[in-house]
DNA sequence: AATGAATGAGCTTTCATTCAT
DNA sequence: AATGAATGAAAGCTCATTCAT
């Protein structure tokens, strides 16, 4: 395994930074000194400046979500049980030791009346994580999958919120057993 | 009914603005020319500065949608219904004419790291929210109020990032009708 | 006599170093070590910037020279005194101690590319300077005051930039001692 | 005729920009994008960096001037003559389709402040033109051969100016207007 | 209570240059 | 000879806040 690039580390000290401040509330200077980066380093790998790192950023932590996703829909016998492991899942991947980050596309979301082009970004993110569910539910027989895909996305984003809120996983662990109850009902 | 006074205005004023470009968007110039107020009239009713202006901004529109949240409970006869019309009624407050606004919880989380108070008001304004919901839940005969209210934030929060970014109500509207078929089940 | 405004001070300062350096040339962080004002104060009196602050700049000096043009006219009995004598004034407030000032209209001109604003500034000071020459000559008899006034005001801008790159008043003095041979010719 | 070197390339692509937007307003990198050249490939050929190619690009300018000013005076019968036909050629070689472009010795002199070194450049190509009309002037019998030259090089200087700042070669014919009636008189 | 000026830290970005390959 | 990456200083500008009046 090659070391990452520098691009690649860039990347994902911006993605953490970007969740834990949003968009305007992260410098580019702490995004270097964090990532342990001279001051000049960004604009060859990212000519467009913050929003193309914040686009790149954003992109790849979607994809890590997707990935996480079709993990936690891998052995499902059922949607419910594929959507109670993804709720589980982004709970480990969102609450760190001792914060909780937020929602990639909600930090995009809030810049998008300064950089236009983010909203996009956050859309195509929406749009590959909706599309991965209804894959899912799809292939586990629900009636309607897209709006299985809908309903399960609004559930983590709603509980992401409350869980950032309150500082903790809690609310993704009520939403998992509330979707049990479901499931046995 | 006397006009609004100079500190009304500002609050009306920095809320808007801090919906539609989240708190680190917003400068204190911008705010204060769109009130069109002097350049140093804010420290005067605002002796905390920016943060307090959110602080107030942030409670004012809570305790708004909260009236919006009784009024569509008030003649409803099942919580389904409440549910429905408070659906219905965020959506008519969110969507303006050419953009959707941020629900302001959301604004101020982002902004959490950067003033760490604020996390206090968002979590005071879902706490009200929350338990608003739970009183009519509870007049209304639902077995788990506090659940029911929770499942219904959610929801709503999770809906109000996808209309975000589709720049539309239509979320809204997919979530009213779920809903109303879960009614009629 | 009131002391000279901060915004005054800026505008001479920085008139100064832009003819010194160019329009490119000169930092605002510069403008404001050499006029001994705080980096943050510039944006309240020019509100457009360093190019609203070289339009200022480039304006008052335009003013001065006229002045001076007056007053090298004022006591001249034909035309050719008057230019002999606007030579001499040019050539006086142009060299410094240990240097030679441009034109600023030729300083502005080659930032015209980067601030087309600054074209109209330039233009606006050449017009009133050969306005002002032009209605001298109309005065002193000439038969085409425009084309006499456009004349004198090509000759001395060459002599500027012959005067520039020698670093020394000798062209305007060659120049005058030409003007002195034409007029008894 | 061997295809132009990289050297020369950038050359030609450095006076132009040097001449559009004066030495300190054009960037290396825009040089060599508009060259067409991969970044790091300007200090193979000027070790001595932007300097060196502003050296190399006035002089090269020069020498194109200096020769199609004798070739004005190619076919002149008398001094006169030659100048309306250096006035009508540098009009020609300085009015391009959508602008005007500087006298390459006007934008140096105004980074002397910055590059000491470029005033040199700036004397040695206003000394060969000098020379260069002085010549001609002798050729053509004129009493006071420097005393020609440098009234012309004044002119020519002091008309540039003006085209530069209308954006029209319109100065420079009047100029050949005005020395054609010199010339009859 | 009200206000225009002042303040310096911070912002994103561009700069000319150097270096390893 | 050639080149993409790296570099840190400096660019113009905005920031939230304080102050004198």
Do not use: N
């Not at 996480?68 to 016998?77: K, Q, S």
Request: glycine share 8%; net charge negative.
């Amino acid at each position: 395994m090659p070391p990452i690039s520098t691009r690649d580390h860039l990347i994902r000290t911006a993605a953490t930074l970007f969740r834990q401040k949003g968009y305007s509330g992260v410098g580019l200077a702490e995004i270097l000194a964090v990532a342990g980066l001279p001051k000049g380093s960004l604009y060859h790998h990212f000519p467009g400046g913050k929003r193309e790192l914040a686009e790149a950023a954003t992109l790849w932590v979607g994809k890590m979500i997707e990935k996480m996703v079709d993990r936690a829909f891998e052995d499902a016998t059922d949607f419910q049980e594929g959507a109670i492991r993804t709720c589980q899942s982004v709970e480990r991947l969102t609450v760190q030791e001792d914060q909780v980050l937020a929602c990639p596309v909600m930090s995009m979301l809030q810049a998008v009346s300064q950089e236009p082009e983010l909203r996009d970004v956050a859309r195509t993110v929406l749009a590959d994580w909706k599309s991965c569910l209804a894959g899912h539910a799809a292939r586990l027989g629900m009636d309607d999958p897209d709006l299985e895909a809908e309903q399960l996305l609004v559930l983590l984003q709603g509980t992401w919120i409350l869980a950032l809120a309150e500082q903790s996983g809690a609310p993704f662990e009520r939403l998992a057993e509330r979707l049990s109850h479901h499931r046995q009902a």
